[in-house]
């Protein structure tokens, strides 16, 4: 019995298609042709699943080579090589979608990454950053449209933590992020600020902690210039209003 498995196993090796779902089916064709309806066994089952992941990581190297990147990418979660996938992802692709407001496709991956997130290491400092601020930023609105003005002191913190780890991002990717993933996380930061800035307060001007908080996000010059003005107007006006 065996003996026939072994050769249907052979009668495949090497062999590459185009569709995965095709592969697989037409390696199942050749199973019930040689066995009739009797079950594969286990290491048959296995060396198929090789063989689809074999094929993933050749497709991988392909498009990686031709510079298409995304469809490197794709393969790389396919075969579940997380570690290689996360860092193309990091590095490649994600500042592009972003940017080009492609938010579905962002989450899309970053969700397929995160249930493997602990076999990857930085996750915090690269895909998870792009979770993060999606459930930050989520949250902020939210809370602007309920008018809460006693969330500003919260929402202030959990943006100061999340733009210590854009800064901690930069520094450990340091030179494997392009331009663009800089302009990706300041553009983050930029909504983050404005959205701190919306958040209704118990004084008519942005509390001084906000303002020192945004002064830290990773930004442009001339946002952070703005920030600085804003905040002497807010630190001039605590002067004056002391008795």
Not at 79 to 91: E, L, M
Request: aromatic share 10%.
């Amino acid at each position: 019995m065996c003996c026939g498995w072994l050769g249907v196993i052979f009668e495949w090796e090497g062999v590459i298609v185009e569709d995965d779902a095709e592969l697989e089916r037409q390696v199942w064709l050749t199973l019930a042709q040689e066995e009739g309806k009797s079950p594969p066994p286990a290491f048959v089952l296995r060396r198929v699943e090789g063989m689809k992941n074999e094929q993933a990581i050749s497709e991988a190297l392909y498009h990686e080579y031709y510079g298409d990147k995304q469809g490197a990418l794709e393969n790389l979660i396919q075969c579940g090589n997380w570690k290689k996938a996360h860092t193309i992802f990091v590095t490649s692709v994600a500042h592009s979608m972003f940017l080009s407001s492609n938010h579905q496709e962002v989450w899309r991956i970053t969700s397929a990454l995160e249930n493997h997130k602990y076999e990857i290491v930085d996750w915090d400092l690269g895909a998870g950053i792009y979770i993060d601020f999606y459930v930050l930023k989520n949250s902020m609105q939210e809370r602007n449209a309920m008018d809460d003005s006693g969330s500003l002191e919260e929402m202030s913190e959990s943006c100061r933590s999340f733009f210590g780890r854009l800064n901690e991002s930069l520094l450990v990717w340091g030179s494997k992020l392009p331009v663009e993933s800089r302009a990706c996380y300041s553009k983050m930061a930029e909504e983050l600020c404005a959205l701190l800035v919306d958040t209704p307060s118990e004084t008519l001007n942005l509390p001084m902690g906000c303002l020192l908080t945004m002064l830290n996000a990773p930004v442009p010059d001339e946002s952070r210039s703005s920030y600085l003005q804003d905040a002497l107007s807010v630190f001039t006006e605590i002067l004056c209003s002391d008795p």
